[in-house]
């Protein structure tokens, strides 16, 4: 089993729809939670940054993080176009500023 | 603006020879870097973490002997892939906490690198 597993893609909604998604994680040790976008051949961007469990809220993206089942999740109100990217869960033990474990990353495209 | 940067962009090479990527941190010091490779249609995976002044750290699996970390100055860690073969032809990526108590680290915009 992998550390981090991420929903398979692609994923393809119309604009304005709200998307969901989602990391399981099976190391207990992890208790920073990330999610990066990257567009094509460019290097990640964070986006939201969770410390241990609850919400936490950027305008249009909601972060969710639920240690006790070992699942994360980002939702996207109002889809754009513009958010059409991949979308990476990432982990960490020791900090947001530690090496990272990444998920396999989600293509989102955002139909207008 | 980007606030780590990489160089080259992209990098096309022979069998054999060997490729030098550099990885800089701007407007900030960086004791510590970490490099990442990621194959198309897949995550990224850790190589190394990159110490300032002291010797890299290298995951399970990565051979240090092929790939080179030098983490020269607070500001700039390179990565020389050596005697690159097809199989290396991959996406390089390095990323940089920026300390201070921060948590954000940044990352570099990549490399391409094909080795033919």
């Known amino acids: 089993q992998k550390e981090v597993e991420q929903d398979p893609g692609p994923l393809s909604v119309p604009e304005g729809a709200i998307v969901s998604l989602n990391c399981t994680y099976s190391n207990s040790a992890f208790q920073y939670f990330m999610w990066y976008r990257q567009y094509s051949r460019k290097g990640p961007e964070l986006l939201m940054y969770?410390?241990?469990?609850g919400n936490k809220e950027d305008g249009r993206f909601t972060a969710q993080v639920d240690k006790s089942s070992k699942y994360i999740s980002l939702f996207i109100r109002d889809s754009q176009p513009s958010d059409s990217a991949t979308y990476l869960c990432a982990m960490s033990a020791s900090g947001a500023n530690s090496k990272l474990t990444f998920g396999k990353g989600i293509t989102l495209s955002v139909r207008p | 603006g980007a606030v780590v940067s990489q160089h080259p962009s992209w990098v096309i090479c022979k069998s054999g020879t060997s490729v030098k990527i550099e990885c800089r941190s701007l407007?900030?010091?960086?004791?510590?870097m970490f490099w990442y490779r990621q194959f198309p249609k897949q995550s990224l995976m850790l190589m190394a973490t990159s110490n300032e002044g002291s010797k890299a750290t290298y995951e399970q699996g990565v051979e240090k002997d092929k790939f080179l970390i030098n983490h020269a100055s607070l500001t700039l860690s390179t990565l020389t892939v050596t005697s690159a073969h097809p199989e290396d032809s991959s996406f390089y990526i390095c990323?940089?906490?920026?300390?201070?108590?921060?948590?954000?680290?940044?990352f570099g915009p990549g490399t391409r690198l094909t080795v033919l």
């Open positions: 990323s940089a906490p920026m300390g201070g108590g921060s948590d954000t680290q940044y």
């Open positions: 969770t410390y241990s469990s």
């Open positions: 407007d900030f010091q960086a004791t510590t």
